[in-house]
């Protein structure tokens, strides 16, 4: 395999500097998040932080699951330029008045408007990444951009831990809406980025309607999309039961459960570099089918490993959810025609959102009602879905 490959992409100009203010604004959204947490703890108190913390994710699910259907019908309609540098500004804007919030409704209502606007932009983001490298070149764009996003994800909060150490928490919000502000201007220097318009025009709720059914009657991309689920009760079960096991099961502290998550990340990066890598030499529902089986293994031993074995099955896991997730994306670039991408990506993101709301819960309870017994009984139910799904399609996945 080419270990150059993934790097490819860049030797396109457009992609180049789609790329730049994509990294652009990750960097910021790495800050928003501690800097929220921060002001949480600021305005609630730290006992109150993780309920405020809930209800943000909450709205952030909420607000892509509702929105996002309608951002990919008029990503296919609209100058992509023009919506991806509005959406960069309003956020710059948004993010701008955290600044100044004083209580914690005036956090809520931020979040919402600031994910309404990424509901906005991820999926004309990603539908623009064919259009500009071609779908035949598609796999490494979207494998450097996630790799990149998994590796910012690393860095990210200690970046903002020092930031926020030297210039306060509120500190943070001012750098993250001046990346959006680059990221937005450096969009601005893309040329208009248009989609073909089908021949037969509908309307907009015809159009919400096409994406999700586009997802559901295509064998390989309806196994993509079950597939996800199946990484979404595994991750969430990592996401949000992790910190039990660290401190609780294992009596440690904060340092630790930070190097699990980062080999966690560490090993959704790699996994990025080794799609690109491969090319085409693998089918992608090869890969989307290897990633759900790796990341529902490795979290089965999570309730009696070690400091060490947790870093290891954890890495294992983060390849295994990026073989899930990365493959999926490129597969919507190679079996949608251009003039319905926006729409299709539109209706997979917040389909793929919606499985982490269910998801969420469903590890909430295991946590806490087994919490000896969480990561075995997620993992079992994370293969239990893997197998009906892989049983129902592995006939027509091609």
Partial sequence: MNAYATFAALQNPLFARLYAAQTVSQIGDALTWVGLALLAAQLAGP???????????????????????????????????????????????????????????????????????????????????????????????????????????????????????????????????????????????????????????????????????????????????????????????????????????????????????????????????????AGKRLPLTRFIALGALITSAAILPGDLLPLGGLMVFWLLAGVGQNWVNLPTETLLAERTEEAAQGRVYGAHFAWSHLWWAFAYPVAGFLGTRFPDRAFLLGGLLSLLVLAGVWVTHRKRMT
């Fill in 47 to 277: 006992a109150q932080a993780p309920a405020v913390l809930a209800v943000a994710l909450t709205l952030r699910v909420t607000a892509f699951v509702l929105l996002s259907p309608l951002a990919g019908v008029l990503a296919d309609r609209m100058n992509r330029r023009t919506m991806l540098a509005a959406c960069h500004f309003g956020r710059m804007v948004v993010i701008g008045l955290m600044v100044f919030a004083g209580a914690v409704w005036q956090v809520y209502l931020l979040m919402f408007l600031l994910n309404a606007l990424t509901a906005f932009f991820t999926p004309a983001n990603q539908a623009t990444v064919p259009l500009v490298v071609g779908r035949d070149e598609a796999r490494p764009a979207f494998a450097l951009s996630s790799a990149t996003t998994e590796l910012l994800g690393i860095l990210g909060p200690g970046l903002a831990g020092l930031l926020a150490a030297g210039l306060g928490a509120r500190a943070l919000f001012v750098v993250d809406a001046a990346s959006f502000l680059l990221a937005g201007l450096l969009i601005l220097t893309l040329p208009a980025l248009r989609a073909e318009r089908g021949k037969v025009q509908h309307s907009k709720l015809d159009d919400v309607r096409d994406g999700t059914a586009r997802l559901w009657r295509d064998p390989p991309v309806r196994f993509a999309l079950l597939m996800e689920l199946v990484a979404a009760i595994a991750g969430a079960l990592i996401l949000t039961v992790t910190v039990a096991r660290i401190q609780g099961g294992l009596q440690l502290g904060d340092a630790p459960f930070g190097w699990v998550m980062a080999a966690y990340g560490l090993g959704a990066t790699l996994a990025s570099l080794a799609v690109g890598a």
